[in-house]
Structures are given as structure tokens and as C-alpha cells.
């Protein structure tokens, strides 16, 4: 298992310079003078060679991306056009991208994998069809549309509300305005004092580990129920499908027969048989479709108002700020490449042959 690990963090390695080389040429990319980029309205020709002088700009290009490489590894990621450090804002947006991304991606697997077993046990069955219609809903309908929607019928003066009187739930942000100030005080008392303030930026964990306060943390999980169930939606129906397909497929294989001939219970047979050997493709859209996740909220979160990277992206786009752009593109790129290595590496466990052959 440690050569078939190994064999994968080596093919990784090239992967995660050749992204991190792309990202810092980015800032190449965009048109005009790279200076234009970084100094926006400020510009002008005494700034402009201050910024090159400063960052290494006229240095030749193999020698500007090992500071880069070098600046990138210490947590140096250089200002936005307001002075303040990329760093510290991504300090606090990474956290809310992933815990939306994660709780999406949840949602999608208990959803996508119950389905779709319940729809593989009776192929062409009224359940059956009822689970493919849904899946293809769920890939059909915009998320833009989606998110309206939700926050139509479940917002506190929604349809629900004013039909059974459903209180409703928070469709804007990441906490309650009080918990929100509670949390903001923590980080500025941090940056003032040069310390750390303990805090993660996830909500759920921060609220009870940090604060201890378990009305912040049902507030932060209302909060995140509305965005994280409209972001599901795509995965939950891709991995229906594909669980849907991986299990009819194992089923129809005649160990499942031996096995039922056996005896064995249908409830084993599935969980320790059949859903073990249909795992690869599950775990495979499972990883792939959590990376789109990471970088692809962006529509969800400006729908929710829930500031991550997504919302970072768009507003650095927006103002023509070059380097919050470049630095948020670098995480993204670098967390899909990571989560492809994750998923590479469970293929290894969830199927000895796998791991035979990477060592072979």
C-alpha cells in the first residue's frame, strides 16, 4: 500500500507545479502591463516601477515563479489594490467555500447513494422511474433558479410561512448579526494583538469548540441549510445515476447469484458485496464533482450572500484586482488537485487489485 501511495504522490507533484505555474501566469495573462493589474486606478509610471522593482518583476520569468513558489509556501500572497493582505481575506473565505462544499457534498452522498441503490433493487419499478425523473431534474434546473426559488418558499415570509406559518429559515449570510459581530471581534482582536484567535472559520466548529454557544451553532447550521441543499442538488443527481448504474451492474455479476444461492440475507449481501464493488465510480464523481464544488458556488454563494472564495473570485474579477484573482484561482486549482490524489489513493483501498497494479 506504501509503494502504491507513493507511486501516487509522485504523479501528483509534477501536477501541482504545473497549477501553480499556470496561476502565476496568470498575471501575464491578463492584457496590458502587469503593474495595471496589481496598482488598478492607482497606477502610475513612479508606482509602476516601484511594484516592478519591489516584486521581482523584471526579473526573467523562471526566476519571478521560484519567488513565487518561495513566497507561495510561506503564506506570502501579496495585497489587493485596498493594501490588505490576500492571505489573511482567504484566511477566512477558504473556510466558508469548504464548509458549504462540504455539506453539500453530504447532502449529495446520503441522498445519491440511497437512491440510488433503493432505484438499482427494482429496475423499470414506479421507484425506479420516480428516482431517474428526480436525478434528471436535479441536472436540469439552473442553480440560480434554483436558490431564488428556495429562498421564495422557505424565507421567513415565504410561501410555507404564509401557508402553514413555517417560522422559515436565514437566506442571507453565514451567521445571525449578533454572532456575526461576536466572531468579527474575535479576528480584529487577533490582527491588533499578533495572535492567534483559535478560530477555524468554520462555523459549526467554531460555535461550539471556540465560543462554546449552542445557539451560535444552530444559528450557523440554519444558516447553511438553505445554500447547502440548493448546491446539492447537481451531485445528489449525478451520483444517483452513477450508484444507480455501479450497483445494477454488480448485481447482474455471478457472485451476487452464488451468494443468493447461499443464503445470504439481501441486507449483507448489498452492504458488504455489492456496494463495496460499485464504490470506485461513487468515490470517483464523489471526489471530482466535491472539487467543482470548491470553485463552482460561485452563483449559490452570491445568491446566499455567503462570502467564500466563490464571492472572492467574482469581486476581484469585478474590480480588476489581479492578485486576489490569481491567489484564489491557486487554491482552487490546488485543492481539486489534492482531492483527485485522495480519491487515487482510496481506489487502493476500496479494491486490492488496484493497489496490485500500481505496484506491479
Do not use: C
Amino acid at each position: 500500500m506504501l509503494v502504491f501511495v507513493i507511486r501516487r504522490l509522485l504523479i501528483a507533484v509534477p501536477l501541482l507545479i504545473a497549477v501553480l505555474f499556470a496561476t502565476f501566469m496568470l498575471l501575464w495573462m491578463l492584457p496590458g502591463d502587469p503593474t495595471v493589474a496589481l496598482l488598478g486606478d492607482q497606477w502610475n509610471p513612479v508606482k509602476a516601477e516601484q511594484i516592478r522593482e519591489s516584486q521581482g518583476l523584471n526579473d526573467p520569468v523562471l526566476v519571478q515563479f521560484k519567488d513565487y513558489l518561495s513566497n507561495v509556501a510561506k503564506g506570502d500572497f501579496g495585497e489587493d489594490l485596498k493594501n490588505q493582505p490576500v492571505a489573511r481575506e482567504l484566511r477566512k473565505k477558504i473556510p466558508a467555500t469548504m464548509e458549504l462544499a462540504l455539506a453539500a457534498m453530504l447532502i449529495a452522498t446520503l441522498v445519491g447513494v440511497s437512491a440510488g441503490i433503493l432505484s438499482a433493487l427494482k429496475p423499470g419499478s414506479w421507484r425506479d422511474l420516480f428516482t431517474l425523473t428526480g436525478a434528471l431534474a436535479g441536472v436540469s434546473f439552473p442553480i440560480f433558479w434554483l436558490g431564488l426559488l428556495a429562498q421564495r418558499v422557505f424565507s421567513a415570509k415565504g410561501a410555507l410561512n404564509e401557508a402553514v406559518g413555517f417560522a422559515g429559515l436565514p437566506t442571507q449570510g453565514r451567521l445571525s448579526p449578533q454572532f456575526e459581530e461576536a466572531v468579527q471581534k474575535s479576528w480584529t482582536r487577533s490582527e491588533e494583538l499578533g495572535e492567534s484567535s483559535g478560530l477555524t472559520g468554520f462555523h459549526l466548529i467554531d460555535s461550539l469548540v471556540t465560543f462554546k454557544d449552542f445557539d451560535m451553532f444552530l444559528d450557523a447550521l440554519a444558516h447553511l441549510a438553505l445554500p447547502a441543499l440548493v448546491l446539492s442538488t447537481v451531485p445528489a443527481a449525478v451520483i444517483t445515476r452513477i450508484t444507480r448504474t455501479a450497483v445494477i451492474e454488480q448485481l447482474q455479476l455471478d457472485y451476487t447469484r452464488t451468494a443468493r444461492a447461499k443464503g445470504v440475507t439481501p441486507r449483507r449481501l448489498m452492504l458488504r458485496h455489492v456496494l463495496r464493488n460499485a464504490m470506485i465510480p461513487i468515490v470517483t464523481s464523489i471526489g471530482t464533482l466535491l472539487g467543482y464544488l470548491l470553485g463552482g458556488a460561485v452563483l449559490t454563494e452570491k445568491i446566499f450572500t455567503w462570502h467564500g472564495v466563490g464571492t472572492y473570485m467574482v469581486d476581484a474579477i469585478l474590480a480588476l484586482d489581479a492578485r486576489p484573482l490569481q491567489m484564489s484561482v491557486m487554491i482552487v486549482a490546488v485543492g481539486f488537485v489534492l482531492i483527485n490524489l485522495i480519491v487515487d489513493v482510496s481506489y487502493g483501498l476500496l479494491d486490492p487489485r488496484v493497489r496490485q497494479g500500481g505496484q506491479g
